[in-house]
Structure formats: C-alpha cells, structure tokens
C-alpha cells in the first residue's frame, strides 16, 4: 500500500514538472512572438527584411541562448510536430490567402497555375529524385532506400507559400503574386500527394501502370479536393443566407463563419483528400458568397480575424523552425564528418535551382504560347523573379522530412540525420538568402511594377481601410470588360478571347442561378423590422 502510494506520488510530481514546463514554453512563445511583431513593425519599410525573416533569425538566437543555458544538452523546448504544423498551423495561413487571392487576376492565369503547379512540380521532382539517387548512392551516408531518395525528391519540391505571400504584393505586382502564390498552393498538394504515394506504393516494382495510377491518384485528389471546398464554402454560405445567425447574435455568425471554414480542412483530411487545396479553394468560394451574406460588423470581424490567426500562424513556424534547427541531437550524428554535411547540403540546394529553372523557362514558353494578349504574357524578368521566389523551401520541406526521417521527431540513424540537417540548412540558407534577395530583384527587374500592375489587372487594389470591404472586386459589372470586348459567336473567337468569355458566361450563370440561391455580393440581410427578408440577388 506503501509503494503504491508512492508511485501515484512520483507521478503527481512528474506532471506537475510537465504541466510547468508546458507553461514556460507557452510564455516563452508568446514573448517571442510578441517581439517578432515589434521588430517587425520596426522594419516594416526596410527594403530586405520581413516577419518571416525576423522570426527565423529570432527562433536561431533563441535557441542559441537555450544551448548555451543548457550546457549544450538541449536547444529547443518544443519538438517539432508535424501533426501541428498540418492540422493547427497551416490551415489559417492557406484559408485566408484563398479569402483575399483576387480571383479575377487568380483565374484568368489558372491555366498557367496549374502548368507550374502540378506539371512543373513532377519534373521539379523527378529532377531532384534522379540527382539524389545517383549521386548519394556513391556517397558513405548510410542507408538509404529507392523510397527515401523518392521522398528526397517530393521534400525539396515543396516551395514555401507562406513566405511568398510577403516577399510579394498582390497590389504592385498582381501578376507575379497570382503565379507564384497560386502554383505555390498547388505545388504543396502536389508534393504531399507525391510523398503520400511513395509512402503508399510498393516501389519495388516500377512499371508503366503504376506510374498511370499515380497520375490518376492526383488527378482524382485534385478534383475530389476542390470540388469539397467548394461544396463546403457553398453550404456556410447557404446556412448563413437561410437562417442569418446576425439578427440575433454577430458572434455566431462569426463562429459558423470560422469553424465552416476549419471543417473544410479536417473534412479533407478525414476523407485523405488534399487539405490544403479543399481549404483554399474553400476560401475563394467563401469570400465570393458567405463573406456578402453576413452583417458589416461581422464582416470587419472575420476578415481581420482570419488575417489576424494567418499572420501569427505564420510567425509561430518560422520561430518553431529556426529553434528547432539547433536541436543538438540531429547535428551530433554529423559531427564527425561536418564536410559531408555541407556537401549533401550543397547537392541538395544545386538541385533545387536546377530543377525549378526545368520547368519555370519551358513551360512559361508554353504558356506565352497559349496568350494572346502581350500583356498576359509572362515576360523574360518575370520568369527570372518566379524562378527565384519559388527556390524559398519552409516547413512543409521540414515537416515531411520530419515525417519520412523520423519517428517522434527522434532519430537514431545516421543517414536519417544527415538528411534531417541537411533539410534544415536548405530551409534556413534559401529563406535567408532568396527571400532576402527576393525584394530587390523585383525593384531591379520590375522598375514600374505599380505601372505594370495596373496594365495587367483591372481590379482596384486592396483597400487599407479597417471598415471599407477587403474583397471588392470588379466582377459584378458588365463594363468591367470594357465595351471593345465583342461577345462570342464562335469556337475561334471563344479561344481568342478565353478570360473574358469565360469570365462573363461565369457572371451571367452566377447572377442567374447561384447568388439567388447562395446569396454574394449585393445581398442585403434580413433586419429586424422589415416584413420580409430579401433574396441574394
């Protein structure tokens, strides 16, 4: 009796140490958080600098100062967490870049979107599997297998979205914004469906139906993924416009508002679908129709309290992956042979640039090829600036390293260490130097970006206002096609004229059946008072 009330003792103690350590991670967190976003104010018109930046360098110092503390034994006070990074993190950073993407300027290049994003990402990871394969198998790493050089390939071919979203503007350059944000957003789907099949598949034999059967596999998770966020941001909508939560509580209506939003994500997920594109896609529906459905003050609300959630999701992975990036257990598996290290990190980062510029120059060939109109055209600058904003690799890179080298963030091997580490110098060295660089060579390379922005999209920048609405678009009127634009009678003036056919044929179907159903823009909402409630229109 005496023994077992001392373990239930011991017990007690080892979770009240826990629960004391879980507080003073929270609180340090916070604090650091808290200091990005007040260095970041601070260099708010630095031309180099931006918060994910800051809060990389940031992370770095702290963990450098939790080294030295420890005495060498521990540099970070959080294990880096895949599953935080998919299923808290990323989802308010993607959700809210599909609520404020332009869809006008998002849509008329989504022929090109998809082009960089899915076909380019394959050649990009082919490229990369290939170099890795035949040059580390000659190499004293360790073990590897034909499924971990495959996953190598998926890993790298990840590009950071979240760092793209503030090394461009979608309002100097809307253009550039639209391309390498929205391949971004496809390009993570590609690679974690990539990386999900090399996982899945029995890759010991290789023939010509498996690899049909793993474009068919993308191809289904690419339409089953969009068409749910569009059928979930739809339902928000039609739930909002039939019972308008807003006449009797704004709180609500925000609440049903954001966790529609969230359910898209974990739908997805529990279906095995692409989370990431289900919930962009859920923001762009959401923002054409639910957004319009609710009163103004919940409108102020939800916009700034899902830029708000996106902006310190993004702050956390980046002080997460720069104090994570001195965990001394990774780095003391390549403390004896530091050159290797730095070669495979080398090799790594060469195949990156190499099989980004692969696909970049061709198929912006093949895109200008498809363009009528010069003005839609991505220009020679303009392929050199996607070629160089898309080497950033974040923390989808880190978080399927993390998944594939390792188990519990821990690992015993050292071939899965040298991988792990060599990840995390391409991570820190490309957001260092190409999102530093980044900036200036749009300056260098696009002087008159705000003249270029106005020749290239019609629509208005975003507003800076707190109250004026942050999705106003053009798309509503009909003049926003200007009065040269002849209708058309033909197959040959239908592919001439392709964003503006289909953009108006899309205006006149969503007028005539969708917003009386789902309601948008120019729905008034039921006020309290008035004898009935009026029709989306």
């Known amino acids: 009796m005496v023994f077992d009330f001392g373990t239930l003792v011991a017990s007690l103690n080892r979770l009240s140490t826990s629960d004391h350590q879980s507080i003073v991670s929270i609180n340090l967190f916070v604090a650091l958080i808290c200091a990005c976003i007040i260095i970041g104010h601070l260099l708010e018109e630095n031309r180099w600098m931006n918060e994910s930046i800051t809060a990389l360098v940031i992370g770095l110092c702290t963990g450098v100062i939790i080294l030295l503390i420890s005495g060498g034994k521990n540099s970070h006070i959080l294990v880096f967490s895949e599953d935080l990074f998919f299923i808290y993190l990323l989802p308010p950073i993607i959700f809210n870049a599909g609520f404020q993407v332009k869809k006008k300027s998002f849509f008329r290049n989504f022929s090109t979107i998809i082009l960089f994003g899915a076909v380019g990402t394959l050649i990009s990871f082919i490229i990369i599997s290939f170099g890795a394969t035949s ?88 339409a089953s993924s969009t068409i749910l966020g569009v059928v979930t941001g739809l339902l928000s909508a039609y739930i909002i416009k039939k019972l308008y939560f807003g006449r009797h509580s704004t709180d609500r209506e925000v609440a049903i508002v954001i966790l529609m939003a969230y359910l898209s994500y974990m739908l997805a997920e529990l279906f095995y679908l692409s989370a990431i594109l289900t919930v962009f896609f859920s923001g762009i529906v959401m923002s054409h129709y639910t957004w319009h459905n609710v009163t103004e003050s919940s409108r102020v609300t939800t916009k700034h309290a899902f830029a708000t959630l996106s902006f310190i999701a993004e702050i956390f992975i980046f002080l997460y992956v720069g104090m994570d990036a001195l965990d001394i257990e990774k780095w003391r598996f390549v403390s004896d042979s530091p050159q290797l290290s730095v070669q495979v990190s080398s090799i790594l980062l060469g195949l990156v640039l190499v099989g980004r510029a692969a696909f970049v120059f061709p198929l912006s060939f093949l895109s200008n090829l498809m363009k009528k109109s010069p003005e839609d055209r991505i220009s020679f600058n303009q392929q050199i600036i996607i070629w160089w904003a898309g080497l950033m690799r974040g923390a989808v890179s880190v978080a399927l390293a993390y998944n594939q080298f390792t188990r519990g963030g821990h690992t015993q091997l050292r071939a899965n260490a040298i991988m792990i580490t060599s990840t995390i110098t391409v991570v820190l060295f490309s957001t260092g130097v190409f999102g530093l660089m980044t900036k200036p060579l749009i300056r260098l390379l696009q002087p008159s970006s705000k003249h270029l922005s106005r020749m290239i999209s019609s629509e208005p920048t975003t507003p800076k206002s707190f109250i004026v609405p942050l999705l106003e678009s053009t798309q509503d009127s009909e003049a926003d096609l200007g009065p040269n634009v002849p209708r058309p009678h033909s197959l040959r003036m239908l592919l001439s004229t392709p964003s503006h056919t289909v953009h108006r044929y899309w205006r006149k179907f969503d007028n005539a059946f969708m917003r009386p159903v789902f309601g948008g823009r120019g729905f008034v909402p039921f006020v309290p008072g008035s004898p009935t409630e009026p029709s989306g229109h």
Do not use: M, R
């Not at 998926?154 to 809307?174: G, K, M, N, Y």
């Not at 390498?180 to 999900?196: Q, Y």
């Open 135 to 222: 040059i580390f198998k000659k190499w004293n790493i360790g073990n590897l297998e034909i499924g971990d050089y495959l996953a190598i390939g998926a890993i790298f071919s990840a590009t950071d979205s979240v760092c793209t979203l503030q090394v461009l503007s979608q309002d100097e350059t809307p253009l550039l914004y639209s391309l390498v944000f929205g391949e971004g957003v496809v390009n993570d789907a590609t690679s974690v469906v990539l990386f999900n099949a090399v996982q899945n598949f029995d890759l010991s034999h290789i023939n010509t139906s498996k690899a049909l059967e793993l474009v068919g596999n993308f191809l289904y998770l690419f």
